[in-house]
Every structure is written in C-alpha cells, then in structure tokens.
C-alpha cells in the first residue's frame, strides 16, 4: 500500500514566521501536486512537480520534489493570514495515475 | 470556464434512508472522481469515472456506488445510510488524456449530515 505521510499535521504561527510543510513517502512518484483548501470549499491546485529536484516558487511558496521523485516539500515565507487552509500533498502514481492523498496540514495564521 | 459545480451543498438524512448526489464537471473533462473527507480520516478516494466506467476504487462498502452518464456528469449513492457518513463529500473532475497529468479541479463539496 502506497502512503504520503504529511508533518506537521497542524501549525499555528504568527504572521511573518516562515515555515515548511513536508510530504513523505517510501513510494516513487511520476509528479506530486499541492493543494489549498479553505473551510466549506474543495481543494484547490496549487502546483505540480513533475521532476526529480524541481523546484517552483509562487510568490511567497516554494514548492520542491525530491531528488529520488518520493518526498517533496512546501516553505511559505513571510506567512500571512490569507495562507490560512488545510495544505494537501497527492502523489500520482505511474500505474494508473491514481492520486495517492496525504492527510493534509492544517494552518493557522494569526494577524 | 465554468468550475466544477455539486448539488445540493447541504443535505440532511435520517439513518437507513438513501441518498443521491450529483457532480457536472468542467466541459471537456473525462474523468470524475469521488472523495470523502472527514476530520478524522481526512480525503478519502470514494471512485472514479472514465468516460461511463468506474476505472478505480477505494476501500468503501458497496453501500457507495456511483455512474457516470454520457455528458460525463456522475452521480454518486449511499444507501442504508449510517452516522459515520457524515461528512463532506467532494468530487473533481480532470481531463484525464493520456500522457497528461492527472490534475484534480474540485467542486464545493456537498455536506451530508446523517441524524
């Protein structure tokens, strides 16, 4: 059985912390996605790392895919209270391009 | 374009009775797929269909079951239902060709509340 383990499962910081969300796994990945999801809305994409050391940046986000395609990383920097959600990683698998979902963070940014 | 649309947004059932929800994709979408998500098992993979066929499946009883019509609107069921079925049930859609990433676009979610 295939798992991403997301940490931490939830985060409370004030607003102008950095921090770094992780997702992990013993299984390869062809691609990982990142996902934000506010209360009473579904999941939004955020960003796809196909690439084994890719990194991609989104404004205040940087999202990197390890170099072995099994753990990618998120660093928000400078948090705001508009980064506030639930942070989902899914893993797309080669097989069939079933979505292997984390748990999820769960963040808090307090003005 | 228009987004991922589910109705209704809210429903509330007793325990036992059976439950019909609907997903419209966004237009040129093959695939939709099916979630449930709670705040103790978060996203959990319900099903999902490729053009009118059910091409995975979660480890869900067969209480759950699902279609996916010509239009590639779907609809998923839950019968006999149960108090842990509450929850919000989300369902996305993707373009699903082949060689192409498989990114999800997810609608609002309809929250089940089972009495």
């Known amino acids: 059985t295939q798992l991403l383990e997301q940490s931490p499962q939830f985060l409370s910081i004030q607003e102008g912390e950095n921090l770094t969300v992780y997702c992990n796994s013993s299984?390869?990945?062809?691609?990982l996605q990142w996902y934000r999801q506010e209360p009473g809305e579904g999941p939004v994409l955020l960003v796809t790392?196909?690439?084994g050391g890719e990194v991609k940046k989104l404004k205040r986000l940087t999202f990197q895919f390890g170099d072995a395609r099994k753990d990618s990383s998120l660093h928000i920097t400078a948090a705001q209270p508009g980064d506030t959600g639930l942070y989902l990683c899914?893993?797309?698998?080669?097989?069939?391009?079933?979505?292997?979902w984390g748990a999820g963070t769960k963040l808090i940014i307090k003005p | 374009k228009a987004g991922v649309t589910q109705t209704p947004r809210y429903l509330i059932k007793t325990r036992g009775q059976q439950v019909t929800l609907s997903c419209s994709p966004i237009?040129?979408?093959?695939?939709v797929s099916w979630y449930q998500q709670t705040p103790g098992q978060g996203l959990q993979f319900l099903f999902e269909?490729?053009?009118?066929?059910?091409?995975n499946k979660g480890n869900f009883p067969g209480r759950f079951s699902g279609r996916q019509f010509s239009n590639s609107r779907s609809e998923m069921n839950v019968s006999t239902l149960e108090l842990g079925d509450s929850a919000l049930y989300l369902c996305?859609?993707?373009?699903?060709?082949?060689?192409?990433?498989?990114?999800?676009?997810f609608g609002p979610g309809t929250r089940l509340t089972v009495t």
């Open positions: 899914a893993g797309v698998t080669d097989s069939n391009y079933q979505l292997i």
């Open positions: 299984s390869v990945f062809s691609s």
């Open positions: 790392v196909v690439t």
């Open positions: 996305a859609s993707s373009l699903a060709l082949a060689g192409v990433i498989n990114e999800q676009y």
């Open positions: 237009s040129g979408h093959r695939s």
């Open positions: 269909y490729f053009s009118e066929t059910q091409r």
